[in-house]
């Protein structure tokens, strides 16, 4: 059984209940159980509570997953913890400087003895709050560039197929595809989402990111528009369109996008970065496909233009045409002169080819003598004698170069042999050896010529070192953050100085103005000097006394 510790023990008067000689009756707790303790009463006394408060010391989220942060007013501050699974359903997520409305549960921390709340629901303080938060972030996506006019996308004229991101039980989708009905029928996908509450955001952005990924020519068509809407509300329940990752999804969007989120007089980041916005979904339905009334009527209008030009045209060329007839000479006159010229052409042919016929039956009679066998034998003897003569003159040719090359690979058969490879390996070793020498001896001699220099250079440190003066019994003086104080009018009475001299340092303390006007300064007693032996630092001289 562990003894008690007598009241006459303990470091505080004894309580007046308490006999002065007696063994203490207090109960006796360990760390951990006081912490347990404390921490059973107050979850037991507060649960859950709602705090006000501006969020103080957010940096995101610990590698954990988890949030630590402070909620602070005028008057006081307490610790707040998000966990990791109550973080990623956060309808808002906490910004330094908000001011916010925390549900949580009131707890405490015995690893620091603090108490903290746990949240569960985080909300902005008032309407003021999410302005001010849907500003800031305005602010910062337009900085990006994401609501650059140059970003945005044409409307296709007549769009084949039609996504629209909603609610698919709300009375906005029924709006919308009956103006589709009476307007022009269009092959409509819809992918539903919830248009308010905590998942809205992320679900209207996957929505869009998934109309993107559709590839063209598969088995779901890909949309040629897409349009987001809602009808109205207020600011909390429109909030999700203007989540950060959904405007980033709408900008990043290679399909047009048209926004249709509340009424005319609602707007939200999602209407600045896409690229038409509509004041109403039944608007968006009107400015995606035109109205199939007006393209008839336009079809019409256009085919009696297109009637009534080719008509009037008809007639032009047809006017054009007979006034140029009038202008024509008659066709018998036309072909006189080359009927004339034909009859002309006819009469020299026919005597041209009376002529051509004697001339080539001249040249036929000259070939037929030229080829008798008499003369073609004579012609085949002279080119058997001229291919017999070319051999004997090839022969000969061919002999003269095999003599010319047997000569030349025994030149080189020649120098080849182990003896003459022998001769020329040693002749290249000795030309190696000796510029490895001549290398060496030059890297020593640059190696003595660096080493002079670096003696030379640390010479020259020396002597330009303030420790050479301070052999010479001059001190430098420097206070307590050790900046060099260069007179003695820059020296307080009764300020800490620091002393250098040439084998340490000693701290001295400066004395009241004396009758010369200037402090002095005097050791301190009972303190031992330190030596202090470092590097010496060029940029850390000061001045001398």
């Known amino acids: 059984m562990t003894a008690r510790p007598s009241v006459a023990s303990l470091p505080f008067d004894p309580l007046p209940d308490q006999p002065s000689g007696r063994e203490s009756n207090v109960a006796e707790f360990t760390v951990s159980e006081l912490s347990n303790a404390i921490k059973r009463t107050v979850e037991g006394r507060f649960g859950y509570v709602k705090l006000r408060g501006e969020i103080s010391g957010y940096r995101g989220p610990h590698s954990s997953g988890h949030c630590y942060f402070s909620l602070k007013d005028?008057?006081?501050?307490?610790?707040?913890?998000?966990?990791?699974?109550?973080?990623?359903?956060?309808?808002?997520?906490?910004?330094?400087?908000?001011?916010?409305?925390?549900?949580?549960?009131?707890?405490?921390?015995?690893?620091?003895?603090?108490?903290?709340?746990?949240?569960?629901?985080?909300?902005?303080?008032?309407?003021?709050?999410?302005?001010?938060?849907?500003?800031?972030?305005?602010?910062?996506?337009?900085?990006?560039?994401?609501?650059?006019?140059?970003?945005?996308?044409?409307?296709?004229?007549?769009?084949?197929?039609?996504?629209?991101?909603?609610?698919?039980?709300?009375?906005?989708?029924?709006?919308?595809?009956?103006?589709?009905?009476?307007?022009?029928?269009?092959?409509?996908?819809?992918?539903?989402?919830?248009?308010?509450?905590e998942t809205s955001g992320d679900e209207v952005a996957a929505a869009i990111r998934g109309f993107n990924a559709i590839a063209p020519g598969g088995a779901i068509p890909r949309p040629d528009v897409l349009i987001v809407a809602r009808g109205g509300g207020s600011l909390e329940d429109l909030w999700g369109f203007n989540d950060e990752a959904v405007v980033r999804a709408a900008a990043a969007s290679t399909i047009p996008l048209i926004s249709a989120v509340g009424h005319e007089t609602d707007w939200t980041l999602i209407d600045l970065a896409a690229d038409a916005r509509a004041p109403t979904p039944t608007k968006a339905a009107e400015w995606a496909v035109p109205k199939m009334s007006e393209l008839l009527q336009r079809i019409e209008e256009l085919s009696r233009r297109l009637h009534i030009a080719q008509r009037r045209g008809l007639e032009q060329r047809r006017a054009r045409l007979t006034a140029a007839a009038r202008g024509l000479p008659r066709s018998s006159d036309l072909l006189a002169l080359p009927r004339q010229r034909f009859d002309a052409a006819a009469t020299r042919l026919s005597l041209a080819l009376k002529a051509y016929t004697q001339h080539q039956r001249g040249r036929f009679q000259d070939q037929a003598m030229r080829l008798r066998p008499t003369t073609l034998r004579q012609r085949l003897d002279q080119a058997k004698a001229g291919l017999e003569a070319s051999s004997v003159r090839l022969d000969l040719a061919l002999k003269s170069l095999t003599r010319s090359k047997r000569a030349g690979f025994q030149e080189v058969a020649v120098r080849l042999q182990p003896t003459a490879l022998r001769q020329r390996l040693q002749q290249h070793r000795k030309v190696l050896q000796e510029q490895s020498a001549r290398a060496t001896r030059a890297l020593m001699t640059q190696i003595a010529h660096r080493r002079q220099q670096l003696e030379s250079q640390g010479k020259l440190l020396e002597t330009l070192s303030h420790k050479s003066v301070l052999q010479r019994g001059f001190a430098l003086v420097r206070d307590q953050q050790g900046k060099m104080l260069r007179r003695a009018d820059a020296i307080a009475p009764g300020q800490s100085l620091q002393l250098e001299f040439a084998d340490g340092t000693v701290k001295a303390q400066a004395e009241a103005e004396g009758k010369g006007g200037k402090s002095a300064a005097k050791s301190t007693p009972n303190r031992a000097v330190k030596t202090q032996r470092g590097r010496f630092d060029p940029g850390g001289q000061g001045s001398l006394f």
């Open 74 to 197: 005028k008057r006081a501050r307490i610790d707040a913890v998000i966990w990791k699974g109550v973080f990623a359903r956060l309808k808002f997520k906490p910004e330094e400087g908000l001011e916010v409305v925390a549900t949580g549960k009131v707890s405490t921390f015995a690893g620091k003895s603090s108490y903290q709340i746990i949240i569960d629901g985080l909300e902005p303080a008032g309407a003021g709050a999410l302005m001010a938060l849907l500003e800031e972030r305005k602010r910062k996506l337009a900085a990006e560039g994401l609501f650059d006019e140059e970003r945005k996308q044409k409307l296709p004229f007549l769009p084949r197929v039609i996504g629209i991101v909603t609610s698919p039980t709300g009375a906005v989708i029924r709006d919308m595809m009956h103006g589709f009905r009476e307007r022009f029928p269009a092959h409509v996908i819809v992918w539903p989402v919830r248009v308010q509450g």
